[in-house]
């Protein structure tokens, strides 16, 4: 699909549909009030007659509007006026695309940008509209038959959106805002599919696979450490949860570096589980399809890796995807057995199911090696996650507040929300062991926090911070899916730090 800037009076433009914003009180916006006036008040009299109520997200069609060159006009709702948050704007632009796009319309323009919100400017809402756009119509089908997929490509309609700004001096900022938003709905598709497809497809090798092809198409430095290299460096708590698996483990290790030479880089880690059953420790079979779901932190980092690529970020960013399979083989770790990590700490193992954390921990020591600005890992960690947060915020935990914030707020930026966990020394005696240095659980009492707590003792030479997406990663249900979150978050929070170093 297609994404312009133009600017121009909504009733002269020549194309399959015009979209216009509609408030609760009847107000019309700019370019609803210009149409308004050419058709003799045609969408005043539709208001009238209570089609349209303006409610936020609602959505009318209207064809043969008298007096304008558009085939059709779509009215959507922008809810209250005055009251819009930057979330109102992101759903009314999803419902304008998913009502379009089960019409025959093929190229838009849209007004939306005129919608009222004092604190965004004309870029957010621009990259905001991409965003949303291509989220709407995002659909994964490639795993379906060929003619499952021509029935799907014949529906796929609309092949071009014009963002339309109010005032030709906004064009330049609109643009840029573009540029912002086909680059990180990039990053998110791709961190979307990665979570889409098939354990039998995602392996770890497929993983490396898709970071070795970044080394073409988006300039990236890239690294595959294979088992021996792993055993080398001592990574006995990684290895521990690979050795239930035929699939062999990777290290996957990414390279940006845009920045200056003396900036150091910031670490993004990434869990790579490409398919959970929790091993010895097995979970139900019910919904355990979408333990496929279990590398989605890995998923984001490639996902951000490419959103910044695109972006060409002035930024030194390294990401490390350690990536298996957790498998209930001969092999594999039991219950009862000590690891010992590459920081030299030992690990009780008294659940296999909590293997995510066992991964992580050797990756966090391994970025030691980079002299890391910050660290930041992202896992679906944790089921007591999304029972304390729902669906809705990532939970967040980090060993430094200032670098908790700078995330919350790029969290809040991009409409990709995280909340801020405790880390206090009082969960730590959870993980005591009589074995070990540590215990892999602390029990049910604040799961999420104790995990944390145990990611948080391999991180003590550096600024930290760990994102559980348990919750926010993929959605159950008849939406079965992945969401590309954090991919947002992420990448608008290097974005603003690439803004201040280089400011």
């Not at 003396?262 to 979970?283: A, M, R, W």
Request: charged share 20%; glycine share 10%; net charge neutral.
């Amino acid at each position: 699909m297609e994404f312009s800037i133009k600017s121009g009076k909504a009733e002269k433009q020549a194309c399959d549909c015009v979209i216009v914003g509609i408030y609760e009180s009847g107000k019309l916006s700019p370019a609803a009030t210009s149409i308004d006036q050419a058709s003799n008040g045609f969408i005043a009299n539709v208001l009238k007659h209570g089609d349209m109520d303006g409610k936020l997200a609602s959505t009318l069609l209207l064809h043969h509007v008298p007096g304008i060159q558009s085939h059709r006009v779509l009215l959507v709702g922008l809810g209250k006026s005055g009251e819009a948050k930057a979330s109102c704007y992101r759903k009314a632009v999803s419902a304008s695309i998913k009502a379009l796009a089960k019409t025959g319309t093929k190229h838009v323009a849209s007004y939306l940008l005129e919608m009222d919100l004092p604190k965004e400017c004309v870029t957010w809402k621009t990259a905001q509209f991409v965003e949303a756009a291509q989220d709407s119509l995002y659909h994964f089908g490639v795993m379906k038959g060929q003619a499952t997929q021509k029935d799907q490509s014949k529906k796929e309609k609309i092949v071009g959106i014009d963002i339309y700004v109010s005032d030709v001096s906004a064009a330049d900022a609109a643009e840029t805002g573009l540029q912002q938003g086909l680059a990180l709905s990039s990053g998110v598709s791709l961190a979307k599919d990665l979570g889409n497809l098939p354990p039998n497809v995602c392996t770890p090798t497929y993983l490396a696979d898709q970071a070795l092809a970044m080394v073409k198409t988006h300039g990236l430095t890239v690294q595959i450490l294979e088992r021996e290299e792993m055993q080398k460096l001592g990574m006995g708590s990684f290895l521990g949860v690979a050795q239930g698996s035929v699939q062999p483990p990777k290290l996957i290790v990414l390279q940006h570096l845009k920045g200056k030479k003396t900036d150091k880089p910031v670490v993004l880690v990434g869990k790579g589980i490409t398919f959970d059953t929790g091993g010895i420790s097995i979970k139900p079979g019910a919904e355990m399809d979408e333990m496929k779901y279990d590398m989605c932190g890995a998923a984001s980092v490639l996902g951000t890796f490419k959103a910044i690529a695109e972006m060409d970020l002035p930024l030194n960013v390294v990401g490390i995807i350690p990536a298996c399979e957790n498998m209930p083989d001969g092999n594999a770790i039991r219950p009862g057995d000590v690891l010992t990590s590459m920081s030299g700490q030992t690990i009780e193992v008294l659940n296999t199911d909590a293997e995510g954390r066992l991964i992580l921990c050797d990756a966090l020591t391994y970025a030691e090696k980079f002299e890391p600005a910050l660290v930041i890992d992202i896992a679906t960690l944790t089921g007591a996650c999304v029972i304390a947060l729902g669906h809705h915020a990532s939970g967040l935990f980090s060993n430094q507040d200032t670098l908790a914030h700078e995330l919350i707020s790029a969290g809040e930026q991009a409409l990709d929300r995280a909340w801020h966990m405790p880390l206090w020394e009082d969960y730590q005696p959870q993980l005591d062991s009589n074995f070990a240095d540590m215990a892999n659980i602390g029990g049910r009492a604040g799961g999420s926090i104790t995990a944390a707590c145990f990611l948080s003792r391999f991180t003590k030479k550096y600024h930290w911070a760990h994102l559980d997406i348990a919750g926010t990663a993929w959605k159950s249900g008849k939406e079965k899916g992945s969401t590309g979150r954090p991919v947002p978050l992420l990448t608008g929070f290097l974005k603003n730090r690439a803004d201040k170093l280089n400011n």
